[in-house]
């Protein structure tokens, strides 16, 4: 069974204009797969399908067998857990520090923050800084995150997403606010440490070469269809 089956899937956020409309895929366990396709195309909206961000007005997602349509607030909640995010905009705590931001990734609103990191076990600060160690970031883990570069920020971003150890990482143009540089750092980064912890990866694009060098398979989406699905060689033969 595949990780993930997208069938028929449909949005609409008003009765009028279908941001996606019949959309098929299936996303195998280990997959690094961009989404690319022009502003608008609907990208964002379907990697909100996937985790229940939005509602989902047709069809059905299928996540690890569970119709995600139709989760009650408990097994919501479990989906997420299985589900990693990572955003344009990295959606860190300004004020907190780097590892606080990678455990609220965790435990978010559980915690206060007073006496934040004595909250967690030895194990789960552990893990935290693996992840800070391979992505690079470690010596910042007690700055804040206000203080850091837009591709280090980012790369907290990616930690957090990874601490609740899923099973899928979304990630929602996380290049898009960055530089040609720290785009490729970051890029580096994301395909490595979830091929090496076996994550599978959704990456949302709109750089048609940055999904070419990167994914394995590459899905395009216009106006809200698949326009594409296949591997990166089959993209350059049709162009
Ligand atoms: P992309 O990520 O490819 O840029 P989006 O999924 O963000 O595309 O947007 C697809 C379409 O859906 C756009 O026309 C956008 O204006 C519309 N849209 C996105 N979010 C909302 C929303 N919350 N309410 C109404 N329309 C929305
Ligand atoms: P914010 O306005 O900072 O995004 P939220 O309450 O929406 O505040 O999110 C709290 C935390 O959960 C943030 O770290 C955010 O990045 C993360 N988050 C938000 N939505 C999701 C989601 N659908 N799946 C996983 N994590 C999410």
Redesign the pocket.
């Known amino acids: 069974m595949s990780l993930l089956q997208v069938v028929g899937l449909g949005k609409s ?2 009765t009028e ?1 279908k ?1 996606l409309e019949n959309v098929n895929f299936d996303i195998e366990a280990g997959e690094f797969v961009s989404i690319i ?10 990697l ?1 399908c996937i985790n229940r961000m ?1 509602t989902i007005s047709e069809g059905n997602v299928l996540f690890d067998g569970a119709n995600v349509g139709t989760l009650g607030k408990k097994q919501l909640r479990r989906l997420r857990t299985n589900i990693g995010m990572v955003f344009q905009h990295y959606n860190l705590v300004p004020r907190l520090t780097v590892i606080e931001n990678v455990l609220h990734g965790r435990f978010g609103y559980k915690t206060t923050l007073q006496g934040f990191l004595g909250r967690f076990t030895e194990q789960e600060k552990k893990r935290a800084f693996y992840l800070l160690q391979k992505l690079g970031i470690e010596e910042h883990a007690y700055k804040r995150c206000d203080q850091l570069s837009g591709g280090q920020q980012q790369r907290v971003g990616i930690a957090r997403a990874l601490i609740q150890d899923p099973k899928l990482v979304l990630c ?2 996380p290049i898009a606010s960055l530089d040609p540089n720290a785009s490729k750092v970051i890029m580096d980064h994301l395909k490595s440490i979830t091929s090496e912890l076996g994550i599978t990866c959704m990456v ?1 694009l709109h750089q048609v070469e940055v999904a070419q060098q990167y994914s394995d398979r590459i899905i395009g ?1 216009n106006q ?1 269809k698949v326009v594409f699905d296949g591997s990166n060689h089959q993209l350059t033969d049709d162009r």
Request: proline content about 5%; glycine content about 20%; hydrophobic content about 25%.
């Open positions: 956020y008003d204009t941001v396709g022009p502003s608008g195309a609907g990208k964002s909206t379907l909100r939005v929602d143009e949302n989406l809200g």
